[in-house]
């Protein structure tokens, strides 16, 4: 366990913003992670839990509250065999593309639509972290954590983690960065397998030249992904200022059929009767719309407030990036400017995926 003061938080996090942290410990082990959390509590102090930063928004003002990092690490192959498939538990602090990337290898099948994407296992199943036609909670057997309203251990298998679109039991848990439920590990249940599952997203379809629901070599499928993200600024790259972001900063909506309509109407309005837009159906009757296209019609183009020092990505419109110089207050305000534009062009308030430390959007 290792205690460091005044360290500035905006290190931690991709975005590359927020304020000095008062107080920050980094711990290695799932003990230590307990410990450290329990010794926050029982001081009566707020808990801010820290991964991969990838996620998470920090105000520019000091943080008072306690900062615990995550790095543990270790993945453990609890059972495989050709019928049973692949059991792997994995630390929460492992890195999460390099744990895709050890899947592949062992032809691990299920989270390689999933690769390139940053942060660490733990917090994947928080967000149910999805992309490209999959999420993790697709392959998700066990998730264990410290219960801190109860002091202490507590397991929850996949159907008991309240798994929906970006959500699940431990993030409507959260308050601000600061959980109920810290992870410990991820336990995951994996069909053996060289071949991907089913391709499900048209334009990674396309661009591995196959059919929608084909199946390709996973190591084939892991690169095309990592393509498709490279060309939207979705994957880390210190040299590139489109990857200085929480990665997709709004979700897409999930609306009701009479939401959505009233939106197909707004936007015929706006844009001309011939006007299509993308719906995908979400279960009990809702349908998920594209916050990147609703941006887009907005007005609030690729690039969109250059030269910054906060703006939109130049290649995806749901990214909002860092320039070099930019404060959480500026991306903030650019936030705010985007949500408040679509809600006035298509009556649709989009809600931030990133967690805010410190301030609110």
């Known amino acids: 366990m290792q205690v460091e003061s005044d360290v500035p938080l905006a290190s931690l996090t991709t975005m590359r913003v927020g304020g000095p942290a008062r107080r920050l410990v980094t711990v ?27 996620n998470l928004l920090v105000s520019d003002d000091p943080v008072e509250d306690t900062v615990v990092r995550v790095a543990t ?40 639509a999933l690769s390139g994407i ?3 296992v733990g917090a994947t199943p928080v967000q149910n972290v999805g992309a490209y036609g999959q999420e993790v909670a697709g392959t998700i057997a066990r998730v264990r954590t410290f219960d801190r309203e109860r002091g202490t251990v507590v ?11 970006r959500q699940s039991r431990f993030k ?46 996973l190591a084939r499928a892991r690169e095309a992904v990592l393509e498709q993200r490279r060309r939207r600024g979705m994957v880390l790259d210190p040299a590139d200022h489109d990857t200085w972001s929480c990665g997709s900063f709004f979700m897409n909506p999930l609306l009701s059929q009479g939401e959505f309509e009233e ?71 650019l936030a705010r400017r985007v949500r408040d534009g679509v809600e006035q062009a298509f009556g649709v308030r989009l809600v931030n995926e990133p967690v805010m430390l410190g301030h609110a959007l």
């Open 155 to 165: 397991s929850f298998a996949a159907s008991e983690c309240g798994f929906g679109y």
């Open 73 to 112: 690490r270790g993945i453990t192959v609890e059972h495989s065999s050709d019928c049973g498939g692949a059991v792997v538990r994995v630390a929460a602090g492992e890195t999460w593309d390099d744990f895709v990337a050890c899947a592949i290898e062992h032809e691990w099948s299920g989270i390689e």
């Open 172 to 217: 409507a848990a959260m308050q601000g960065a600061s959980p109920r439920y810290v992870v410990l590990d991820v336990t995951f249940h994996f069909g053996l397998s060289h071949l991907s599952g089913p391709i499900a997203y048209a334009d990674l379809a396309h661009g591995l030249g196959v059919a929608a629901g084909e199946r390709v070599p």
């Open 263 to 333: 939106l197909q109407q707004r936007a015929r309005v706006r844009l001309g009767a011939g006007i299509r837009i993308p719906a995908f159906p979400a279960g009990d009757g809702r349908v998920k719309s594209s916050a990147a296209w609703l941006i887009d019609r907005a007005g609030f183009g690729k690039g969109f407030g250059a030269p910054g020092p906060a703006t939109l990505s130049t290649k995806h419109t749901l990214a909002l990036t860092n320039r070099g110089s930019a404060t959480a207050a500026d991306v903030l305000a």
């Open 118 to 120: 940053p942060g660490l």
């Open 28 to 54: 290695h082990t799932a003990d230590e992670l307990v410990d450290a959390v329990r010794e926050v509590d029982e001081a009566g102090e707020r808990l801010v839990l820290i991964s991969g930063g990838s």
